[in-house]
């Protein structure tokens, strides 16, 4: 298809339920089905969806000029009981702090990843039920540091 880009990564093998996934550039992600040495594969989903988000929401109040200093995001996934063990609830936590942020910003960046931007989310079964609740914080200021 013109206009689709293919995203390439290699897993090797580690023996057990072990894998090392690896980018063409070289970067290795532990990924351990029994969850001893690396992340499991659902639980690199969830870090996947988080972070895509993450990475949306922080770039949308960068360009909208917002003093954003930090970005936390929490995630719970509900897994069915019976195989195929896929998630059927996420919910995301995301805290931002920074001065004088904007709600309405937030939310719409927030927003704007859910509907629009995120790829993960966007490959995920669309029967998941997403919640996300958003709190913004003012940075903790420094001992000595004018307030």
Same mark, same amino acid.
Request: proline share 4%; aromatic share 4%; net charge negative.
């Given at each position: %298809?013109? $206009?689709?880009?293919?995203?390439?990564?290699?897993?090797?093998?580690?023996? #057990?339920?072990?894998?090392?996934?690896?980018?063409?550039?070289? %970067?290795?992600?532990?990924?351990? $089905?029994?969850?001893?040495?690396?992340?499991?594969?659902?639980?690199?989903?969830?870090?996947?969806?988080?972070?895509? %988000?993450?990475? #949306?929401?922080?770039?949308?109040?960068?360009?909208?000029?917002?003093?954003?200093? $930090?970005? !936390?995001?929490?995630?719970?996934? #509900?897994?069915?009981?019976?195989?195929?063990?896929?998630?059927?609830?996420?919910?995301?936590?995301?805290e931002l702090t920074g001065w004088s942020l904007s709600r309405a910003k937030a939310e719409r960046a927030?927003?704007?990843?859910? #509907?629009?931007?995120?790829?993960?989310? !966007?490959? %995920?079964?669309?029967?998941?039920?997403?919640?996300?609740?958003?709190?913004?914080?003012?940075?903790?200021?420094?001992?000595?540091?004018?307030?």
């Amino acid at each position: %298809m013109s $206009g689709d880009s293919t995203e390439k990564v290699e897993l090797v093998w580690r023996g #057990d339920e072990r894998f090392d996934a690896v980018t063409p550039s070289g %970067m290795q992600v532990a990924i351990d $089905g029994t969850r001893e040495t690396g992340t499991s594969p659902i639980q690199a989903l969830a870090v996947a969806l988080a972070s895509c %988000m993450g990475t #949306d929401v922080v770039d949308i109040l960068k360009k909208g000029r917002e003093d954003l200093t $930090g970005c !936390r995001i929490r995630v719970e996934g #509900d897994r069915r009981e019976t195989p195929p063990r896929r998630y059927t609830a996420i919910r995301l936590w995301i805290e931002l702090t920074g001065w004088s942020l904007s709600r309405a910003k937030a939310e719409r960046a927030v927003q704007l990843s859910r #509907d629009t931007y995120c790829s993960v989310w !966007r490959s %995920m079964a669309q029967d998941i039920d997403l919640s996300i609740q958003l709190e913004l914080r003012e940075p903790l200021l420094a001992e000595g540091e004018p307030g």
